[in-house]
């Protein structure tokens, strides 16, 4: 499936980039080296996830899996949890608003709804 190869192409750049604003332009800039690790674990899952989605791209052009939706569905909701658990870390570490944090585990909870997914398919 095109769209999730370019959506993960395009997210793993996003997280390089992320990475490398992180560890350098706003080393000094974090209040906390607490607030470094947040950003590094967001960029980790954000990775991580990325490379799902593309992996996910390239089983949905494989003749054993095909163009499944649940496949499709399990990469739209990878996307949604690196907005949600990524994202709110991001702002997190930047800002140190703490309330933040209670969006996170809504992303992560996409996230495992996601790897399910991918396993039913495998397994169907």
């Known amino acids: 499936m ?3 190869l370019a959506l993960g192409a ?3 750049g996003l997280g390089v980039i992320l990475g490398a604003f992180g560890a350098h332009a706003l080393k000094d800039k974090f209040s906390s080296p607490y ?3 947040i950003w590094e674990t967001a960029v980790q899952y954000h990775m991580y996830h990325s490379l799902g989605i593309l992996g996910l791209g390239i089983l ?3 003749a054993l899996l095909g163009a499944s939706s649940i496949l499709s569905w399990a990469g739209y909701l990878m996307f949604a949890g690196i ?3 990524s994202g709110s870390l991001y702002v997190l570490a930047l800002t140190g608003v703490k309330k933040l944090g209670a969006i996170t585990p809504i992303g992560g909870l996409l996230f495992i709804i996601a790897w399910v997914l991918v396993a039913i398919a495998a397994l169907s």
Do not use: C, K
Request: aromatic share 20%; proline share 0%.
């Open 2 to 4: 095109e769209i999730l």
């Open 10 to 12: 395009i997210l793993a």
């Open 35 to 37: 607030y470094a690790a």
């Open 60 to 62: 949905s052009s494989d």
């Open 83 to 85: 907005v949600f658990f």
